[in-house]
Each structure stands twice: as C-alpha cells, then as structure tokens.
C-alpha cells in the first residue's frame, strides 16, 4: 500500500486499512526513536505550516517529526504573511507548493483546507480545522490501541464515550473516525449540542461498512455504561464569543468528567483521554475566570482529580501526536510502501 502524495484532509477520505496502515507506522517510527535507530527517510525535504489558530502540539508535533526525520520547517502566521489578507488561498497553495513538498494548515473553516488541497501540487495536511481534527485522530487510536494491548487493526476491539460538546471538531471526527475502524462509539451529549444530521449520516453510512456500533444519546449513565476510554473537550472553542460560556456551563455541568462521571463506565480500568489544553485548575487565566464566575473550583470540562489521576493518558495522547503525524509525512512523502 502507498500514500505517495496524498493530502490528509479529513477521516472520511480514507479506508480503514489506510488509517490502520499509518497507525502501524505510527508505532514503528516511536519504536524506532524510543531506541534511537530512526532513519531519516525525509532529508531535505521542506514543509509550510500554516497557523491562522494558535497551537502547541500541533506546532511541536509538525517541527520535531520533520527534523527527526531530516526535513526542514517554514512557519507561517497571520501576522508574518500574506494569507488571505492581500493573497487568496488559491494563489497561496500555488506559490507554496513551487517552493515546498508539503502544505499543513490550521485554522477556521474545512473549505480552507480543501481549497488549499485543490491548487496546490503537493500533498496538504490538516491540522484542526473547525469541522474535523484527523491527526489528532491518529494519535487518539493509537493512544487507546496501546492501552487496549491491541495491534494496529484492532478499532472494532474499542468501546469509547466522547462527553460534552459533540458539535466540535473533536466531537465530529472522534464519531467518524469510529464508524470507519468498526469500534463501539458513543456520543454522549445534550440534544443541541449533538453532531450535525450531515455528520451523523456519514458516521452511519461508514458504520454499515465495517460493522462499527454508533450511539448517540443525552443519557449519561447510559452512554458511559462499559466504556473502556473517555473522552471530553473544553466547553468553548477557538474563536467562540466568551458570552457563550454562559449557556454553555448551563447545559454541559451535567456531562462534566468528574469521578463519578467515570464511575459510570462500571469499569476500573477506564481511561480518561482529552486533547487539550483542558481547564482543569485555576493555574490558567480562563480556569481562574471561569472558575470565579460559575464556581467550577476544581476544573470545568473535567475536574483536577480526574485529570490528574491514574486513569488519565492524557500525556500520553500528546506525545502521540508527534509519532502520528510523521507517520502521516513519511508515508505522504516518502514514497515507500507502507504495510
């Protein structure tokens, strides 16, 4: 199998073989590093990383895979480019891909991306757009295929919940990604905080494909009964008005991950999973505000003991990311056949 040349736009775009495929790489190249015997496979390759949203792991993730593996990085921002201030996307992707073998973008709307992909010649990653999250998908399964004792084919062995606020990037594609790897998923959120109905068919549709088992429900205990992983994001996202935690707080308390929260998987064993960062003390200036204004003393989305606790891979998940995403540059650039 070979990805030459591939864009990494979104889950959907690809089989779960593909997907599996890179998580087998994924743990091959962390394998190699861990060991000190990786081969660089990338020298002299040049990559753009587009950054319209703020980001650390993303950032780091993207800048350590490329040098270990003997590439180099240009970063671009609003402030230090000319990207969709006085030059469009279009002529962006076409005077990048002149210059450099790849393209990551992160930033606002999943048109951007695709638009990007489209003009360019070379291979465009995604790395966080408003409606889908694929590399920390990457890094999600094969946090969760580690913890599982799973070999990388192994995403019908899963049974995950993801809490809270479901109609995010990290709501959509935790539920896309699923159906496509046949796992046991569950979307556990209030009713107007659900995926879309376009997001929800597509999970559907991918779901008959590979027999994946897909729940999506208000019921706390319902949703969390069994679940080996659970997952949860912060209540307001990037570039959401700081009005909106008001009804947000309202509506999320009762799918805030606390204790008891994970008690309901009826499983010891639970893990708790979040891509961060996560507010889960005043140690932040958000925690503090939010915190003082609706007394979430111990952490908002999920609270301090949890976070903290031996339940939590969090840290785990982050570091994934970077063994993910050069699974996804060395198999896109690369050339050589991956297994």
């Keep these: 199998m070979t990805l030459f040349g591939r864009d990494f736009l979104k889950e959907s775009d690809f089989t779960a073989a593909e997907l599996n495929s890179l998580l087998s790489l994924a743990a091959e190249l962390k394998a190699q590093r861990q060991m000190g015997k990786e081969t660089p496979r990338l020298i002299g390759k040049q990559l753009a990383l587009i950054f319209a949203k703020s980001s650390t792991r993303t950032r780091i993730a993207f800048e350590v895979a490329m040098r270990d593996q003997g590439g180099h990085v240009t970063v671009l921002d609003p402030a230090s480019s000319q990207i969709g ?13 002149r210059i450099f073998d790849g393209i990551e973008y992160r930033g606002h709307g999943q048109v951007i991306v695709e638009e990007l992909a489209e003009f360019s010649d070379v291979p465009v990653y995604n790395g966080l757009t408003d409606e889908w999250h694929p590399t920390q998908m990457l890094a999600d399964f094969l946090t969760m295929y580690e913890y599982a004792g799973l070999e990388h084919s192994g995403g019908d062995q899963l049974r995950y919940s993801y809490v809270g606020d479901a109609r995010s990037n990290m709501g959509n594609s935790l539920l896309v990604m699923g ?11 209030p009713k107007s905080l659900w995926p879309e109905p376009k997001v929800q068919a597509l999970a559907q549709e991918r779901a008959r494909q590979s027999g994946a088992s897909i729940l999506i429900t208000d019921d706390v205990a319902h949703g969390l009964s069994g679940a080996q992983f659970v997952h949860t994001d912060i209540w307001v996202s990037m570039g959401e008005s700081t009005e909106t935690w008001d009804s947000r707080v309202a509506v999320l308390k009762p799918y805030r991950v606390d204790e008891d929260l994970m008690a309901l998987t ?3 064993e639970a893990k708790f999973m979040h891509c961060l960062p996560a507010y889960h003390d005043q140690n932040t200036a958000i925690g503090r505000e939010v915190a003082q204004r609706f007394g979430l003393n111990d952490g908002v989305e999920v ?6 606790s031996s339940a939590s891979i969090v840290f785990d998940q982050a570091e994934n990311r970077m063994h993910s995403i050069k699974a996804v540059l060395v ?9």
Excluded at 331 to 339: D, V
């Design 179 to 189: 159906a496509i790897m046949g796992a046991d998923v569950r979307i556990v959120a």
């Design 303 to 308: 609270s301090d003991a949890v976070f903290n």
């Design 85 to 97: 201030h006085k030059e469009s996307i279009a002529d962006t992707a076409r005077v990048l891909s």
């Design 331 to 339: 198999a896109t650039l690369c050339g050589e056949p991956i297994n």
């Design 266 to 268: 009826g499983n010891a």
